[in-house]
C-alpha cells in the first residue's frame, strides 16, 4: 500500500551502520594501508554509483523546478482556454493542451512544487515524530516503551492510504493554498512516521550499550545531552535512508489521493489530479495523461533508488 | 505456543478497538458537523439530518457512539448507505466475491513471479538476472500504482489490443481479471522479490549451511532442504500481511479497471460522498488486515521452532 | 612420504578481496596418522581454520584462491579430484565440528532429523532405522534421555549439549578423520572440559584421527600427541607436545606459553604479547612476527626464515631456533 513501509520492512533489520570504521592497526611498520572508516568508504562507494549521480540529478533538477518554475516555461499553467482543447504539441507548448486547454508542460512544471513541498513537509514532521518518539522509547525502556510500541502497531493496522481517505474526507477540505495541503502534510505525517520511529529505537538501543555513552554517563552528562550529543548522531544515519525512502513514498500518496479526487483540488495543481483528469480522455491523447505520469514517477523513483543507493553503500554485509 | 497465540490475540484486540477509534474519531469527530462530513458538500435537508442523527445515535456522547459503531462492525449491521439507502452490508457481499477474486490473480503473481525470481536472484547474487531484477523491481516500486495501471491500460489495452481496457464480467471473465491482478499485485510483488533475495543470499552465508556442505550433502539439498526452509519464514510472513494489504490497494486498481468489487464501491462512494459507505469499507478493510496479521503471526509460530517456546 | 591417512602439503591460499589480495596460508605442511590428535593452534587471522575449510573442501571460493599445494587423504590429491567424488568424502572419511553449535545448526529442524541426515541421504538407510542410529550416537556422546530428546530442536538444548549432538552428527558416517574447529570456545570453563575429554575419549575408541583447532594452549595439553603452531598463514613450530611444554623452539610459542596462567607461578604478571596479528594484505617483510617479537634483530626484517629441522619430527621456522632450544 505504501511503498516505503513495504521497502523499509525488507530492510528494516539492515541499515545499522557501526561505529565508525577502526584506526590502523597499531604497531604496525607499513602504514599505508589506512582503514577507511564507514561512512568515508560508503561515500566512496556512492560516487561511482550511476544510480546514485542519475537519481541525484534527477531530484536536483525536480528541486529547481519547484523553487523556480518560471526557468522552465514562461506559459501560464492557470490561464486555460477550452478553444484549444486538447490541441497537440506545437511551438507555444511543447506538449499540447489538456481537456481544459492548459499547457500540458506548464501544469507538469508547476506541479512540481506541489508534489517536493508535500513530500519534503511530510517528512520532516513524520521524521521530527519518529526521532522523538523512538528516541524516547528506546533510551527509556519499559513501560514509555511498551506503551509506544502499542501505538505504533496500532497505527501500522491502518494502511496510510485507507487512513488518509477517512480523515481527508472527515476533516474537511481546508482553505486556500496552503490549508489543503498542510492538511495532506499532516495526515501523511501522523500516518507515516511509525517505520522511522521503530529504526530509531532499535539504533537508540544499540547505541546505549557503546561504551561511549556509558562514558558519558558516568562523567555526569544528563540523559538529554546524551541523548542529543552521543545517541542521536549514530542513529541517524539508518533513519535518514527510510526518510528518503519516506519522502518518495509520501509524493506517490499525495498523488494517489488526489488521483482518486480526495486529495489536493484547484487552484493547486497535483500532477495526481492531472493524472486523474486526462485518463478519462487517453483515447483521444494520451500526452496530457503520460507527461505529469513520466515527471511524477521519475521524481519517485529517484528518492526510493537514492535511499536505496545510500543504504546499499552503509550496509557492509551487502558488500 | 498456546501463550504467544493469546498474547498475538490480546494485543490484535488492543490493536482492533485502537484502529476502529482511529477511523470512528476521524470520520465523526475531527470536523464540527459529522453529518456534513457524511454527506460532503451537497446540502443536507433536515429528513436526512434527522435520519443520520437516528443512525449514527449522533445525540449521544461519543464513546456511546462508539460503542454502537464497533458492536454494528462486529454484528455485520453497518447501516444503510446514503445514495439509494440498500444496506452496506448487503452491498458489500456482492462485491465483495470479485475482490477476492482479483487478490487471488495479484497472490498467484507475488508467490510464483515474485518469490521464484527472489530465491533466483538470491542463490545468485551479483550476477547479471540478479542486477535486472533488482532495478526492475525498484522501478515498480518507484512508479505509483495508479500510474503503472494506466500505463498499461494505454499500452496492453488501448493501444495493443491484447487486454481488455475495462472489465466486463460477462464479456471478459477470468481473463480480464489478469492485467489488473498484475497491477494489483505489483508492488508486493517487487517487494516479494527484494525480501525473498535477501533471505536467501543471507541464509545461503549461514553456518548451518556451512555444516550441511561439511556433512556431504548434495548442493541441491542443502538449496532446498536446509536454506529455502529458513529463507521463506520471513517471505510467508509477508505474504500473509499482504493479503490485507492487496484489498486496500483494490481500490486504485478497480477504479481503473471498472472492476466492480469493494474498491470501485469505495472510489464510487467517494466520488458521491457517501460518507457512511466510506467510513464502512475501510473499517472492514482494517479489521481484515489485522485478521491477516494474526494469520500470519500463528504461522510463524508453527513455521519457525524458536517462536514456539518464547 | 605418502603413508600418513591426510597429509598436507605446502598449501597455499589467497583471498582475493577488493581491497588486495591477502595470502592467507603460505606453504602450510603437516599430516595425521590414524589415531592420533595434531592440535593446530594460533590466534585468529593465523589460517588454522582456513586450512580446515580447504581440507574439507568447505572453503567459500571466491574469495579464497588455491594457489599450490597439495591436499591428500590416504594417497590421493582432494584438490584435483572431481566435486561429485570429494562430496561423498566429505562425512564419510573426514567430518568436521565447529565452534557455535547453535548457529551450526540448522534451526528449524530437530536434532534428530540432522543427526540422521546424511545416513537417510548419502547412505540410503530407511527413516526408522536412522533414527535408531541417531539415539545411539546420542548415547555416544553422552546426552541423556537421548531418545526423548530425538525430536527437540537445537535451542532447546543447553551449550554443552548442543555440541554434543553437533558430535553426534559428525560420527554419524563413521569418519576416519575429525576436524574440531575450536569446539569448546563458546562454552563454560567446566564444560569445555567435558567436550574435550569426550573428543579424547572418542578418538581413542574409534581410532580417528583428530585434528583439533584452538587458540587456547591451555585446552590442548592433555589432549594433543603433536602441536602445529600456526602465525600468519605458516606453521612456525611443529613438535611433539612434550617437547613444546618443556621448551619452546619459537619466540611465538613462548609468548602463547607465558600468557597461560599456571598454579606454579601465583603472584607473577601474566605476560601477553605485545601488538596484533598483522594485516595479511600487507604484511610485514623479512618474518611475519619480528614487529612482535622480543628477539627480533635487523635480519629479521630482510630474510623469511625457512622451517629449520630440529630433529624428531620437530620443526621451527626462526632464525635463532638453535640459540632459543640450546642457549
Excluded at chain 2, 191 to 213: C, F, G, I, M, P
Aim: aromatic fraction near 6%.
Amino acid at each position: 500500500m505504501s511503498d516505503f513501509e513495504t521497502v523499509a520492512a525488507t530492510e528494516n533489520h539492515a541499515a545499522t551502520p557501526g561505529p565508525a570504521g577502526e584506526p590502523g592497526a597499531p604497531g604496525q611498520p607499513d602504514n599505508t594501508s589506512k582503514v577507511r572508516s564507514l561512512a568515508g568508504d560508503a561515500w566512496h562507494d556512492l560516487r561511482r554509483k550511476p544510480i546514485f549521480i542519475i537519481s541525484s540529478l534527477i531530484i536536483l533538477v525536480m528541486v529547481v523546478m519547484a523553487a523556480f518554475p518560471t526557468l522552465f516555461t514562461s506559459a501560464d499553467p492557470r490561464s486555460c482556454e477550452l478553444g484549444r482543447s486538447m490541441k497537440g504539441p506545437s511551438g507555444d507548448a511543447i506538449f499540447g493542451y489538456n481537456l481544459q486547454g492548459c499547457d500540458v508542460f506548464a501544469r507538469t512544471v508547476h506541479g512540481a512544487s506541489t508534489s517536493i513541498q508535500v513530500g519534503l513537509y511530510s517528512t520532516i514532521l513524520a521524521g521530527v515524530l519518529a526521532v522523538v518518539i523512538g528516541m524516547l522509547a528506546g533510551f527509556y525502556g519499559g513501560i514509555l516503551d511498551a506503551i509506544l510500541a502499542r501505538i505504533i502497531d496500532i497505527i501500522l493496522g491502518i494502511p496510510l492510504l485507507l487512513a488518509a481517505i477517512v480523515a481527508l474526507k472527515g476533516a474537511g477540505k481546508g482553505e486556500g493554498y496552503w490549508g489543503p495541503l498542510l492538511l495532506i502534510v499532516f495526515i501523511l505525517g501522523i500516518f507515516g512516521w511509525t517505520t522511522a520511529a521503530r529504526i530509531v529505537r532499535s539504533s537508540v538501543i544499540s547505541a546505549k550499550q557503546q561504551d561511549y555513552v556509558h562514558a558519558a554517563k558516568m562523567l555526569g552528562a544528563s540523559n538529554s545531552r546524551i541523548m542529543v550529543r552521543h545517541i542521536l548522531p549514530n542513529a541517524m544515519a539508518p533513519v535518514i535512508v527510510v526518510l528518503t525512502i519516506a519522502l518518495g513514498a509520501f509524493i506517490t500518496a499525495e498523488a494517489t489521493l488526489s488521483f482518486l479526487g480526495v486529495g489536493l483540488q484547484d487552484p493547486i495543481i497535483s500532477w495526481g489530479k492531472d493524472i486523474s483528469e486526462a485518463a478519462k480522455r487517453v483515447r483521444d491523447n494520451a500526452v496530457p495523461m503520460l507527461v505529469p505520469s513520466t515527471f511524477l514517477s521519475l521524481t519517485v523513483l529517484s528518492f526510493i533508488m537514492l535511499g536505496d543507493a545510500v543504504r546499499e553503500a552503509f550496509d557492509p554485509r551487502l558488500r | 505456543m498456546l501463550r504467544y497465540i493469546i498474547r498475538r490475540l490480546l494485543q490484535m484486540v488492543l490493536a482492533f478497538f485502537g484502529t476502529t477509534l482511529i477511523v470512528y474519531y476521524m470520520m465523526f469527530q475531527a470536523s464540527g458537523d459529522p453529518i456534513q462530513a457524511l454527506a460532503g458538500e451537497k446540502p443536507v435537508n433536515e429528513a436526512v439530518r434527522a435520519k443520520l442523527t437516528a443512525e449514527y445515535h449522533l445525540d449521544e456522547p461519543f464513546l456511546v457512539r462508539y460503542w454502537y459503531y464497533v458492536k454494528g462492525l462486529l454484528t455485520g449491521d453497518l447501516g444503510n448507505s446514503l445514495s439509494g439507502g440498500r444496506p452496506i452490508a448487503e452491498v458489500l457481499a456482492e462485491r465483495w466475491p470479485t475482490t477476492a477474486n482479483l487478490a487471488l490473480y495479484a497472490f498467484i503473481f507475488v508467490v510464483i513471479l515474485g518469490v521464484g525470481a527472489g530465491v533466483i536472484a538470491g542463490i545468485r547474487r551479483g550476477g547479471i538476472f540478479d542486477n535486472t531484477t533488482l532495478l526492475l523491481t525498484l522501478v515498480v516500486i518507484g512508479i505509483p500504482s495508479f500510474v503503472l495501471g494506466l500505463t498499461l491500460q494505454l499500452g496492453l489495452g488501448v493501444k495493443a489490443g491484447i487486454f481488455p481496457v475495462t472489465y466486463m464480467e460477462e464479456r471478459d471473465g477470468q481473463f480480464g481479471l489478469i492485467l489488473p491482478g498484475f497491477i494489483l499485485g505489483s508492488l508486493a510483488l517487487a517487494t516479494a522479490v527484494r525480501l525473498t533475495r535477501t533471505s536467501v543470499a543471507e541464509n545461503l552465508r549461514a553456518d548451518y549451511v556451512r555444516t550441511a556442505k561439511a556433512k556431504g550433502l548434495a548442493k541441491r539439498r542443502i538449496t532446498i532442504v536446509h536454506v529455502l526452509r529458513n529463507s521463506l519464514i520471513p517471505v510467508v510472513t509477508f505474504l500473509g500481511i499482504e493479503i490485507g494489504n492487496l484489498m486496500g490497494g483494490a481500490i486504485i486498481t478497480e477504479g481503473i479497471f471498472n472492476v466492480q468489487g469493494v474498491g470501485f464501491e469505495l472510489k464510487k462512494a467517494i466520488d458521491i460522498e457517501d460518507g457512511p459507505m466510506v467510513v464502512s469499507i475501510v473499517s472492514i478493510l482494517v479489521v481484515i488486515y489485522l485478521l491477516a496479521n494474526l494469520l500470519v503471526d500463528i504461522l510463524y509460530a508453527v513455521l519457525d521452532p524458536r517462536i514456539r517456546y518464547e | 612420504m605418502s603413508n600418513h591417512l591426510l597429509e598436507v602439503d605446502n598449501l597455499h591460499i589467497e583471498f582475493r578481496t577488493r581491497d588486495g589480495v591477502a595470502k592467507v596460508i603460505n606453504g602450510v605442511s603437516y599430516h595425521l596418522d590414524p589415531g592420533e590428535t595434531l592440535a593446530v593452534l594460533g590466534e585468529s587471522g593465523s589460517g588454522k581454520s582456513v586450512t580446515a575449510q580447504a581440507i574439507m573442501g568447505i572453503l567459500d571460493m571466491p574469495p579464497g584462491v588455491i594457489t599450490n599445494g597439495e591436499i591428500r587423504y590416504e594417497g590421493r590429491n582432494l584438490l584435483t579430484m572431481p566435486e561429485e567424488e570429494r562430496r561423498r568424502l566429505r562425512g564419510k572419511e573426514i567430518a568436521m565440528i565447529f565452534q557455535d553449535a547453535l548457529s551450526a545448526l540448522n534451526p528449524v529442524y530437530s536434532v534428530g532429523f540432522q543427526i540422521s541426515e546424511t545416513l537417510r541421504r548419502n547412505e540410503g538407510v530407511a527413516k526408522d532405522v536412522a533414527m535408531k542410529r541417531a539415539v545411539e550416537l546420542m548415547d555416544l556422546v553422552k546426552i541423556p534421555a537421548a531418545k526423548d530428546r530425538l525430536k527437540n530442536y537445537p535451542h532447546e538444548f543447553s551449550g554443552g549439549m548442543r555440541q554434543r549432538v553437533m558430535i553426534a552428527m559428525s560420527l554419524a558416517q563413521n569418519p576416519k578423520v575429525l576436524i574440531a574447529d575450536e569446539p569448546t570456545t563458546a562454552l563454560d570453563v567446566t564444560v569445555q572440559a567435558q567436550i574435550m575429554d569426550l573428543l579424547a575419549e572418542l578418538r581413542r575408541e574409534l581410532d580417528m584421527g583428530l585434528i583439533l583447532i584452538t587458540h587456547d594452549l591451555g585446552v590442548v595439553a592433555d589432549v594433543a600427541d603433536r602441536i602445529a603452531v600456526m602465525y600468519a598463514g605458516r606453521i612456525v613450530e611443529h613438535a611433539d607436545v612434550h617437547s613444546i611444554y618443556a621448551k619452546p623452539a619459537h619466540p611465538y610459542t613462548q609468548g602463547l606459553l607465558d600468557s597461560i596462567p599456571r598454579l606454579d607461578s601465583k603472584g607473577h604478571e601474566l605476560s601477553t604479547i605485545k601488538g596484533l596479528p598483522p594485516n595479511l594484505l600487507r604484511p610485514p617483510s623479512g618474518c611475519a612476527f619480528h614487529p612482535r617479537c622480543p628477539m627480533a634483530q635487523q635480519v629479521c626484517q630482510e630474510k623469511v626464515p625457512p622451517s629449520l629441522n630440529l630433529g624428531g619430527g620437530r620443526t621451527s621456522a626462526c632464525l635463532f631456533a638453535e640459540e632459543i632450544l640450546h642457549g
